[in-house]
Every structure is written in C-alpha cells, then in structure tokens.
C-alpha cells in the first residue's frame, strides 16, 4: 500500500492566497521529501526534513513533521500562477534504498 | 554538476512489440538508480531500483524487465508490450544516505 497519502488530492487557490498541503504515513521514516511535478515533466525535489528535525524552510516554502502523528504538511506563501504543479511528498522509510511516493495534490493557482 | 538523460522523449509502440528506454547519468559514480511509471494523474508506481551493477531489485511482476549495463546506465526493456505499459516511465538517481532522488525528463509510452 501507498507510504505516503497527499491531502487534499486538489487544490485551486488564487495568486498570492497560502496553499497547505499534507502527507500521512506509515512506518518509521529516516526522512521526508516534497517534490514538484510541472505537467509531462520530471519531478523536481524541493526540500527534505529528517526525522529529528520539526520545521524546516525554503524560500516561501515551509515544512513540517510530526513524527507522533507520521505527517507532514507543506505550505506555500504568496504563491504565484507558476507554482502550479503537482506536488508529491516520499518517505524513505528506516533502513531502506527507496522512497516512496504519494498520490500527490494538483495545485492550481489562479492569475 | 549532475545530469540525468533519458530517451526517446515520447514513443508509440505496437502491442506484442519490444521496447528498450534508456536513462543515462553524468558526473556522480555509483549512483542508485530507479525505474518508475506513472499513470495519468496519479503517483509514482516503483519499478525496479539498482545500487550497483547487477544489483537490481523488482518491485512489481510484470512484462518488462531492467538492467544496468555499466554503472551510470540503466535500461528499461519488454520483450512483449501490453496495452496496460502505456504511461510515463521516469528515471531517477540518488546518492549518499538521504535518498534525495532527481529525475530525468521522462518518456511518455503509448501503446496501441
């Protein structure tokens, strides 16, 4: 079964509105990672927060992780029509090589 | 710096005909190397994930097959291709202990 579950699985904001994306997972997690997918791309990584670690930030880009709940949430600020994306959040679970991916939420901003 | 290749970019293939995806990494040794699929709209499926030459794990039974010729290359490959291989394959690398992984362009796969 899928490690990682994105919530919600799509999301229409308008420029400049905060966009909270959350994850849930499964099992005990060396890290976790958020990537973005532009339509028909690859995915891009965008920031990864170990598991000892409870916020971390990017630019306008804010994790979170509470491991006592295994979630996560990404929030964007002042997002802009070019965040439009999918955006995944992976686990690499404890003691493994591969990271597993969710479902992952379309973020649609609106101009 | 890092790059990661793959090709062809799009492919329309024939049911029962072979398929060879090719993905290509520069500049890193010994990377771990991943074959994913990806269905419209949806996640990444893992495929197959390699740490060394013929070191390679699948993840899933199915038709296609992989493998790592030389230490920066990995090969997708089916001998017979089924309408349900349609999809987006991506290749992805990773090195060290975190996992972080970064992807190729990917190549869209339709099968008629």
């Known amino acids: 079964s899928q490690q990682g579950e994105e919530d919600p699985q799509a999301l229409s904001i308008q420029e400049g509105e905060n966009a909270t994306m959350n994850c849930s997972y499964k099992t005990s997690i060396n890290n976790l990672q958020w990537y973005r997918q532009n339509s028909g791309r690859g995915l891009v990584h965008l920031i990864l927060?170990?598991?000892?670690?409870r916020e971390k930030h990017s630019g306008r880009l804010r994790v979170t992780l509470d491991t006592s709940k295994k979630s996560s949430s990404l929030l964007i600020t002042a997002s802009r029509a070019a965040d439009t994306a999918s955006y995944f959040c992976?686990?690499?679970?404890?003691?493994?090589?591969?990271?597993?991916f969710g479902a992952g939420t379309r973020l649609f901003v609106k101009a | 710096s890092q790059t990661i290749h793959q090709w062809p970019a799009t492919l329309v293939q024939p049911v029962g005909s072979p398929l060879s995806l090719e993905c290509t990494v520069e500049?890193?040794?010994?990377?771990?190397l991943y074959w994913y699929r990806q269905a419209a709209g949806r996640g990444l499926q893992l495929l197959f994930y390699?740490?060394?030459?013929?070191?390679i794990s699948s993840e899933v039974p199915q038709n296609l097959s992989a493998s790592r010729p030389q230490d920066r290359q990995f090969i997708l490959s089916s001998k017979k291709l089924l309408l349900s291989d349609s999809g987006f394959y991506l290749c992805a690398w990773s090195g060290g202990s975190n996992n972080e992984q970064f992807f190729g362009p990917g190549t869209r796969l339709t099968v008629l």
């Open positions: 927060i170990r598991s000892n670690e």
């Open positions: 390699s740490i060394g030459i013929d070191q």
């Open positions: 500049g890193t040794s010994n990377p771990n």
């Open positions: 992976a686990t690499a679970p404890t003691g493994g090589f591969k990271t597993i």
